[in-house]
C-alpha cells in the first residue's frame, strides 16, 4: 500500500490532473502526470467497470498498480502527480508485467 502522503484521494485532485496533465500511452494503462508543487510525489489510480464488472478484480488490479508503484516509489521524480488509468486487458497481465510497464514509463521522464 502506499503511505496517504502518496496517494490522490480527493476529486478536485483528480480533476486538477486530468485538466492540465501530459498523458502516456502503454498497452496496460494510460499515465497522466501534473506538477503538484508539494516535495512528494502523488499516485491516484482509476480502474472503470470496462475492465471488469467485478468490484473484486478491479481492487485487485488498483492494488496491483499500488504496489508496483510503491515498489518504485523512490527512484520516481518528487513533485508530481501520476494518475493511472487502467485499460482493459491489464487484469489478465502478470504483476511483472505490470511492474515493467511502470518503471518504463515513470522512470524515463
Do not use: Y
Not at 499515465?31 to 472503470?48: C, P, W
Amino acid at each position: 500500500m502506499l503511505a496517504k502522503t502518496n496517494s490522490i484521494k480527493k476529486e478536485q485532485d483528480f480533476r486538477s490532473v486530468f485538466k492540465r496533465a501530459k498523458s502516456f500511452k502503454t498497452n496496460l494503462f494510460i499515465l497522466k502526470i501534473a506538477k503538484n508543487g508539494l516535495d512528494e510525489s502523488r499516485f491516484g489510480f482509476v480502474v472503470s467497470q470496462k475492465v471488469s464488472k467485478k468490484a473484486t478484480v478491479r481492487n485487485k488490479v488498483k492494488r496491483r498498480l499500488s504496489d508496483a508503484v510503491r515498489v518504485e516509489l523512490k527512484k520516481i521524480k518528487k513533485g508530481f502527480d501520476f494518475v493511472l488509468i487502467a485499460l482493459p486487458g491489464i487484469e489478465k497481465s502478470e504483476f511483472s508485467e505490470i511492474k515493467k510497464a511502470i518503471n518504463k514509463i515513470c522512470l524515463n521522464l
